[in-house]
């Protein structure tokens, strides 16, 4: 089915350990986007593509690093995990034709212990 | 800077009847774009409804409608005919501006809790 894949589904960490989660769609979507969830919370933007090869910061873009690495592929890295990036995070993508709309991923439960 | 504002953190709502939930915003933007989504305990986030700015009449998508009024800076979500399957967490979130890339503020949320 078309849409908006991440791995993985949940994750452990200890603090100071690195990872990367990872996004691919198959939309022929042009603009991808991380965001994450606090409980309780909104989502808030960390990072975004608006197209291959280009990334910007989004409202809270501390301690992660992204890497559009073709049009299908969107990763997000924490280089040293902290338990204040217990989250989850969601990726989402949004295309020309309901060019209002974003797809969301199912999400990413990662917990920095 | 732009910021979205629910101020109901929860509410129930008897199967049936019709619900509002709440939505203030805040732009100096004159063009932007006001959405829903809901956020059943599944955890995905599903599209619901979308308002432009400039758009005159109230969006509809089926059971969902958008009351926009533009001058108090609100746009509610109304649900009708509540059915056990509306039971979720919703967002009102906003894009001020395309040149922001459709980057979506979020509100905090309602928790909506249909009762049979």
């Known amino acids: 089915n078309a849409g908006v894949t991440q791995t993985p589904k949940f994750q452990v960490l200890k603090t100071g350990q690195s990872m990367t989660l990872q996004c691919a769609q198959d939309?022929?979507?042009?603009?991808m986007y991380w965001y994450r969830q606090d409980p309780g919370m909104g989502l808030r933007l960390i990072y975004y593509s608006a197209s291959e090869g280009t990334t910007d910061k989004g409202e809270v873009p501390n301690g992660y690093n992204v890497s559009r690495l073709n049009k299908r592929e969107f990763s997000l890295r924490l280089e040293s995990a902290a338990p204040s990036q217990t989250s989850v995070y969601f990726c989402?993508?949004?295309?020309?034709?309901?060019?209002?709309?974003?797809?969301f991923g199912a999400g990413s439960r990662l917990t920095v212990l | 800077a732009q910021k979205i504002t629910q101020t109901q953190p929860g509410m129930f709502v008897q199967e049936k009847e019709a619900v509002t939930l709440d939505c203030t915003y805040d732009?100096?933007?004159?063009?932007?774009?006001l959405f829903w989504y809901k956020q059943p305990s599944s955890g995905e986030m599903i599209f619901l409804i979308y308002?432009?700015?400039?758009?005159?009449q109230n969006a509809t998508e089926g059971r969902y409608s958008l009351n926009f009024q533009k001058a108090r800076k609100s746009a509610n979500l109304v649900i009708s005919a509540s059915q056990l399957g509306d039971s979720a967490m919703y967002f009102c979130a906003m894009r001020a501006g395309w040149a922001a890339g459709n980057k979506l503020t979020f509100g905090g949320g309602t928790r909506v809790l249909v009762k049979p």
């Open positions: 939309m022929n979507h042009n603009s």
């Open positions: 308002q432009g700015s400039y758009d005159e």
């Open positions: 989402a993508t949004r295309g020309e034709a309901r060019a209002n709309v974003l797809t």
């Open positions: 732009t100096s933007d004159q063009s932007y774009g």
